[in-house]
């Protein structure tokens, strides 16, 4: 296979809890790595990206580290808040190929 | 600057129909491309644009039918519209040459629905 998978297609997480949301990518080449963000309505917006391996991504208490040896670029927070309610995507870009997305739900 | 625009916001075709899916950007951006987003699919490439007058083709293409005369605009044609191609179409860009992007910015989708 050639894809980005994401495992879960909704988490329910109260808010302060942490959170990951899980994304591995399957490619021969080094992509750069993103996360993108949809609110209800609106395109897609970058949140976060790593260019190469053992890079980071950050941004709003996100964090994502690029890590080739397991293929994978998991989106973490310590403690999520309900304006983080949104559809997260994965992506690579030798090919543009997005993951299936998850939605992120914050319980009050 | 208002960014990537995209027009209409909603149409409803019948099938064999044709139409247009108008995008444009005004941050003389070269990379320019089409997506289709469909309940757990994610984001699907149709076609993509490095430059005014270079198309080639995405994950999705058949169907669909693009041109590239000036560097703002990037127009989305379906020549004989299909049920399957119900979905909320969204166009972005980046100032990223060549082929492998880093940040695009999309626009606000363009959502269709074909009976």
């Known amino acids: 296979g050639d894809s980005v998978v994401q495992t879960e297609g909704q988490v329910l997480p109260s808010e302060g809890d942490s959170l990951i949301v899980n994304c591995s990518y399957e490619t021969t080449q080094y992509p750069s790595l993103f996360w993108y963000v949809q609110y209800p309505g609106e395109g897609p917006q970058l949140h976060l990206k790593?260019?190469?391996?053992?890079d980071k991504g950050r941004n709003k208490g996100f964090e994502a580290m690029y890590r080739k040896e397991t293929t994978s670029f998991h989106l973490e927070k310590d403690s999520v808040q309900e304006s983080d309610s949104a559809v997260y995507f994965c992506?690579?870009?030798?090919?543009?190929?997005f993951g299936a997305g998850t939605r992120l739900t914050v319980k009050p | 600057n208002a960014g990537v625009t995209q027009t209409p916001k909603f149409q409803v075709l019948k099938t064999g129909q044709s139409m247009t899916l108008q995008c444009a950007q005004d941050?003389?951006?070269?990379?320019m491309s089409w997506y289709r987003q469909d309940p757990g699919m994610g984001l699907r490439l149709i076609h993509y644009s490095v430059g005014a007058g270079i198309t080639d083709q995405g994950e999705v293409p058949n169907g669909y039918n693009v041109s590239r005369s000036t560097t703002e605009d990037f127009p989305l044609r379906l020549l004989s519209a299909a049920p399957s191609q119900t979905s909320v179409y969204f166009c972005a860009s980046s100032s990223t040459p060549g082929q492998f992007q880093e940040t695009q910015y999309f626009g606000p989708g363009t959502r269709l629905l074909v009976l």
């Open positions: 790593a260019m190469k391996a053992n």
């Open positions: 992506a690579r870009n030798n090919d543009m190929r």
């Open positions: 941050m003389n951006h070269e990379y």
